[in-house]
């Protein structure tokens, strides 16, 4: 299969490119490499791709309507995998308008070319985050999700809501993930593992926001790319039990789906420091504070869904997935 992915330049993207390019499909990977962190390890990523038979990219911004309209009229792709989003919950409360262009107005530009390309298979990053503030745990598919927290969260959610009616009025097959925190090799420096481990090797303190009463549903990336995988290859379908007078959230008439991609297995955030601490051999000095503006203190992912589509079963614990990603962070940082 020809598959486009958006952000394989990004963490996720570079995971699930590999991962499909070990298989034998075709990848066209576009990211516009943009400076929300530290462009070198975006191009660092991309040389692990850049080998790898069947790879291709393109730089290209998917706000760009006319480039990406382009890009579709030029190739014909059997699925998309949109990750090219402007991430992260708390830089969405100072800088909006990054999250409007490439969530919103590039997350159109994707649908346009699915529609006009006739794409088998529309997958596309949600977020966890669209659970603003539930407090029902596990988070559900089935819950409602109209309480956003976050402008970051309220783009995710209007993804899901624009893919509707793409399958809706043009029968396109998609499918939303809601990603539950990843974490791994080659993973992103504005998030805590990153943060963490790279101010306790500084000899510097850590905050630990919440007072460290925080609980996260911590997803190893290559649970993750097995995840996403497994999903580009069972397009959405229609549900046939949907009834429209007791709308379930989670399905619809249309080829539409949304998953839940999480370990089921919330750890305490001073669990996950203690597996950092383990894993570098050092303490962290931690510095208490206040949650922050936007935050939610829980995530747990009901996976069942997931697990009953594709049989998709988490298999890392979080000591060991900890372990990898600081070996990689050592190698990489003394290259
Ligand atoms: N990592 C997580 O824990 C997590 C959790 C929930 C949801 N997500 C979602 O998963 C997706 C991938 O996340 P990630 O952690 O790999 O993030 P990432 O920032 O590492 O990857 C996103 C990539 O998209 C690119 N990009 C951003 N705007 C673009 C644009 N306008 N045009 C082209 N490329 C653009 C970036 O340069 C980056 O390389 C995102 O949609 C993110 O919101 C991630």
């Keep these: 299969m020809k598959v486009l992915i958006t952000g394989a330049a990004g963490f996720i993207g570079m995971h699930v490119a590999q991962r499909l390019l070990a298989r034998g499909d075709e990848v066209v990977g576009i990211d516009n490499l943009n ?12 040389k692990q791709l850049a080998g790898l038979p069947g790879f291709r990219f393109v730089r290209l911004d998917i706000a760009d309507t006319a480039a990406v309209a382009d890009l579709f009229r030029r190739e014909s792709f059997g699925g998309v995998i949109n990750l090219a989003a402007q991430a992260g919950v708390r830089y969405s409360l100072t800088n909006p308008h990054a999250y409007a262009q490439t969530n919103l107005v590039g997350f159109v530009n994707l649908l346009e070319g699915c529609r006009h390309g006739k794409v088998g298979h529309f997958v596309y990053a949600s977020s966890s985050s669209v659970y603003g503030g539930n407090t029902k745990m596990p988070f559900s598919e089935h819950d409602s999700v109209d309480h956003p927290v976050s402008l970051y969260a309220a783009t995710k959610k209007s993804n899901e809501l624009m893919a509707h009616t793409y399958s ?7 499918t939303g993930l809601r990603f539950f925190t990843v974490y791994g090799p080659w993973g992103r420096p504005d998030m805590a593992l990153f943060l963490f481990t790279k101010a306790i090797l500084e000899g510097r303190p850590i905050d630990v926001f919440n007072h460290g009463k925080m609980q996260r549903d911590f997803t190893y990336i290559d649970d993750i790319a097995e995840g996403v995988v497994r999903v580009l290859d069972r397009p959405a379908a229609p549900d046939p039990a949907f009834v429209k007078d007791r709308p379930d959230p989670a399905s619809s008439w249309a080829p539409w789906r949304v998953f839940n991609i999480g370990n089921h297995q919330p750890v305490e955030l001073m669990a996950y420091i203690e597996a950092l601490e383990a894993a570098l051999g050092r303490q962290a000095e931690k510095r208490f504070l206040p949650l922050q503006d936007g935050d939610v203190p829980a995530t747990y992912a009901d996976t069942a869904e997931l697990h009953s589509a594709t049989g998709f079963a988490p298999a890392t614990p979080v000591p060991e997935g900890v372990r990898r990603f ?10």
């Design 326 to 335: 600081v070996e990689w962070y050592r190698g990489y940082y003394r290259a």
């Design 168 to 174: 809706h009025l043009f029968g396109l097959p998609a």
């Design 35 to 46: 400076d929300y962190y530290d462009v070198g390890l975006k191009e660092a990523r991309l």
